[in-house]
């Protein structure tokens, strides 16, 4: 049971071009607000229609434009959850659920499949409730019913949380969670979070305008995000173009520094370092910094430092005790040769 | 005081709005859904009756409808029948001219629809037929009433173009807003005065349920589920 995407679509000022493939797992769509990501997503729903390529569920085609196949939205059978949830707010709780049951024609069957749910997701108590009076937490459960309840192949989630405090995201994720654990087929998660995605998926696909950049499972793509959008969209925020000085060895050119490398530089075109992987007894790569900033987050540091007076800063990022023993203008930080990422444009 | 005026007027208003409630929502429903160029064009088109003096809407209506014009004469030879100068010719000139108030504030119910109910009903099955009956236009009802109230205000008003297509003919033609401008005329000033305010109390009582529509819908839609 899978999905495989391959498509394109020329959206003005933008060439959509993405293509990837995900078996039983929860693949998230990682990118920044406009990339395509949300577009590709309607565009497996059959919201909107590519303009070349095509689409496998399970071995069904939902679109192919050589065979001038486009089932429509009805016939595709899947899950879209969007943000706010989307609930019809002229229904009711018990409404809005046999709406999505209605693809089953038997009355005594979809009465039962309606009260199942029902029960599964505790709302008993809402039934007879309006969206606007319900709670986020309790839209959201009405949501996933509702979803659940249209038998779906695939669950396509779409910035599910991103309308939400951060305190009632943490609790909505884990029900969402659950749920994606215990569906067992396809999932595909859009999201421009990495944290969210780094929770919730298994595989991650990274897209930058239109394109696919960097795919893989989430360990992977964090720790060798290839390209340096995705570095930056999997939270890296210490990138620097670099000069070769030979095959083991870089000036980082923002920085000011000279960088000796575990692997071959390759293509690379840039470096990146994690805010929190800096070190002060690395060993290898360690330079005399000056402090030229000090920025207070709630649990750490960020401390802005320069290797020379006339190059950039580069952030390191330090929990408030080790900071505290430490605090001084001036110090010396290094760079683990393991931790150094080489990345593409 | 004869009341023929005040049925007539009733009646061509009563008419006109049931015929503009649905060309109205027809042509805002799908011009809401056409590509930008073909937005900008109809959209002008459609609302120009709008901002037209009265009296040129009538005048282009006498010139496609008029015994000796092309649609006049087609129906006059064919049917026998005359499409100026009636009763029912008024209905013509009133649904020209509301057209407008119904088709834009439709249009802007249709426009400010969260397409996003959409995609998650007809992906959990929901046919496009129940979709448009059963979500879209119960969400876009308040703003299609209130289309419907004002078109309907504005039909009882109407007076330029009906006056050029329908004429006056006392018992015949005669609406409110005619009928006040002959007595006027004729120096019956008495009588002017009672069917204006008789006008006015209509008008009141129509903008005074608009005003009661529009302030149920907006405390319903004010309760929003704390989190």
């Known amino acids: 049971m899978s999905i495989s995407v391959d498509i394109e679509k020329n959206l003005g000022d933008f060439r959509l071009q993405v293509n990837f493939t995900a078996e039983n797992e929860v693949l998230a769509l990682l990118g920044a607000s406009g990339c395509g990501k949300s577009m590709t997503l309607k565009c497996i729903a059959g919201i ?20 001038n196949i486009n089932l429509t939205p009805q016939e595709r059978h899947t899950g879209l959850l969007f943000q706010n949830y989307a609930l019809f707010p002229n229904m009711t709780v018990k409404e809005n659920i046999e709406a999505g049951a209605r693809r089953e024609k038997n009355l005594e069957k979809r009465k039962q499949i309606v009260g199942s749910i029902i029960t599964n997701f505790g709302l008993q108590d809402l039934l007879t409730s309006y969206p606007h009076q319900l709670s986020g937490g309790e839209q959201q459960r009405v949501a ?10 695939i669950l396509l989630l779409d910035e599910p ?99 000796e490398l575990n692997e071959k530089i390759g293509e690379a075109k840039y470096v990146g370092m994690r805010m929190h992987d800096l070190c002060m007894d690395a060993g290898e790569n360690t330079f005399d910094c000056q402090v030229v900033e000090i920025i207070e987050n709630p649990f750490s540091y960020t401390i802005m430092l320069k290797a020379q007076a006339d190059a950039q800063a580069f952030g390191w990022e330090v929990n408030k005790e080790t900071w505290q023993q430490i605090a001084s203008e001036k110090i010396k930080i290094g760079f683990p040769k393991g931790k150094i990422i080489l990345l593409n444009e | 005081m004869d009341l023929f005026p005040l049925w007539n007027s009733i009646r061509i208003a009563l008419i006109s709005t049931v015929a503009v409630f649905f060309i109205g929502i027809w042509s805002a429903y799908h011009i809401s859904k056409a590509s930008k160029e073909i937005k900008g064009i109809m959209d002008v088109l459609l609302t ?82 129940f979709v448009f009956w059963k979500i879209r236009m119960p969400y876009c009802r308040p703003g299609i009433i209130a289309g419907t109230i004002l078109a309907f205000a504005r039909a009882l008003g109407e007076y330029g173009a009906t006056s050029m297509i329908a004429g006056f003919t006392p018992g015949n033609t005669a609406t409110i807003a005619t ?32 005003n009661l529509i529009e302030s149920q819908y907006k405390s319903k839609n004010n309760v929003k589920g704390g989190v």
Request: net charge neutral; aromatic share 10%; with cysteine.
């Open chain 1, 48 to 67: 909107e229609k590519p303009d070349k390529g095509r689409i496998l569920l399970d071995g069904v085609t939902l679109f192919d434009s050589e065979k």
């Open chain 1, 144 to 153: 996933l019913a509702r979803m659940l309840v249209s038998d779906p192949k």
């Open chain 1, 161 to 259: 949380f991103s309308a939400l405090d951060s305190h009632l995201r943490f609790r909505l994720e884990q029900e969402v969670r659950d749920l994606i654990r215990s569906f067992g087929k396809s999932v595909i998660l859009v999201s421009h979070d990495r944290d969210e995605v780094f929770r919730l998926s298994d595989k991650i696909c990274v897209i930058h305008n239109g394109k696919v950049e960097t795919i893989g499972t989430k360990k992977e793509v964090f720790a060798n995000p290839k390209t340096r959008q995705a570095a930056v969209l999997t939270g890296c925020k210490n990138i620097s173009p670099i000069d070769r000085i030979s095959d083991q060895k870089v000036i980082a050119l923002d920085w000011g520094i000279e960088l």
């Open chain 2, 48 to 129: 120009l009756p709008l901002v037209l003096p009265p009296t040129v809407v009538g005048y282009l209506l006498l010139r496609i409808l008029g015994p000796q014009r092309i649609v006049g004469e087609w129906f006059l030879t064919n049917f026998d029948f005359k499409l100026t100068m009636t009763w029912w010719s008024a209905v013509f000139a009133t649904v020209v001219v509301i057209f407008p108030l119904m088709y834009r504030t439709a249009r802007g119910a249709f426009e400010s629809f969260d397409e996003t109910l959409a995609y998650s009903a007809q992906s959990i099955g929901l046919s496009d037929t």
């Open chain 2, 179 to 210: 009928h006040v401008y002959q007595l006027w005329r004729t120096n019956n000033d008495e009588l002017a005065f009672q069917w204006v305010l008789v006008n006015m109390l209509i008008s009141f009582v129509v903008l005074f349920a608009l």
